[in-house]
């Protein structure tokens, strides 16, 4: 029996209604606004009369530009009063939006997802034995592989973190595994320019439709973002932490550098995740 493909977690969603009494005014703004850009023979540009310029503005162009000045703080709002809060922005799907009626629109976010560690730690010491007899097989092998000792952490560490994901699957939610596809669809586009590779030629030669390539790196975002989370959840129940006085070590001279210090934390954090992983 084929195995199941893992799948991404339904999104989070909430409908935002926007009386016509309050779309009214800022709908006018707008159209006021995109009115001066309007060119016209016989009126300077800015110069055309809002009657007529009207007739030649894009209606969803107007829509677009008149719910951006009205979805952020009506989002901000409604999920306040939400238990769980947004953890990447939204994405908005306009429901109705006809001229004298209220406006509806769908908010779809994703929040964060619920990691059932369970019994992990049984599950890495699992995973880290039979890892360590697979790893010394290949030693014995080396003559015929590139395996070395040095290499032994990082191959255990894989092994424990595949088991993590394995068998805890938090359910991570589409709209974050869509965005770290397309992260990762852009960053190979920009590898293969670089290579002065073309996609189809990339696509030709390792023998994947565009459809099929998506699917790999949409599986393989998934994983690495349910990894993200469990190695969160992790920290939080063994609370391990990275302390001040430990970025100060690391960073020395560009100790106040903010951006540094924050990429210095994860890293010391995964650092220590994954000792108390390993044991």
């Known amino acids: ?16 209604v926007f009386k016509w009494s309050q779309v009214e005014p800022t709908k006018a703004k707008v159209e006021r606004r995109l009115a001066k850009k309007v060119k016209l023979a016989g009126f300077r540009q800015g110069k055309v009369p809002l009657v007529i310029a009207q007739t030649y503005l894009n209606p969803e162009a107007v829509i677009e530009a008149t719910l951006e000045k009205l979805l952020p703080d009506a989002f901000v709002k409604q999920v306040k009063a939400l238990p769980d809060m947004p953890i990447a922005p939204p994405e908005y799907v306009v429901k109705k939006a006809e001229i004298g009626q209220d406006w509806q629109v769908e908010a779809v976010y994703a929040i964060h997802p619920d990691v059932k560690l369970g019994n992990y730690q049984q599950i890495a010491r699992s995973a880290l034995k039979e890892a360590k007899l697979a790893y010394q097989k290949l030693l014995q092998e080396q003559t015929k592989t590139s395996q070395t000792s040095e290499q032994a952490p990082d191959y255990l560490l894989t092994a424990i973190y595949r088991q993590l994901v394995t068998n805890i699957k938090p359910p991570v939610q589409e709209l974050l595994v869509r965005r770290e596809t397309q992260s990762e669809l852009n960053n190979l586009f920009t ?16 023998q994947l439709t565009m459809e099929q390539l998506s699917s790999e790196i949409a599986t393989q975002s998934l994983g690495r973002l349910q990894l993200v989370f469990i190695l969160q959840a992790i920290a939080k129940t063994a609370q391990i932490t990275v302390t001040e006085v430990e970025l100060d070590k690391q960073l020395k001279e560009q100790k106040t550098n903010q951006s540094l210090r924050s990429m210095a934390r994860e890293h010391l954090l995964r650092q220590k995740i994954a000792n108390h992983l390993l044991g």
């Open 1 to 16: 029996m084929p195995q199941t493909k893992p799948a991404p977690a339904p999104n989070s969603s909430l409908t935002l």
């Open 191 to 206: 590898k293969l320019k670089s290579l002065n590779l073309s996609f189809e030629d990339y696509l030709k030669k390792s």
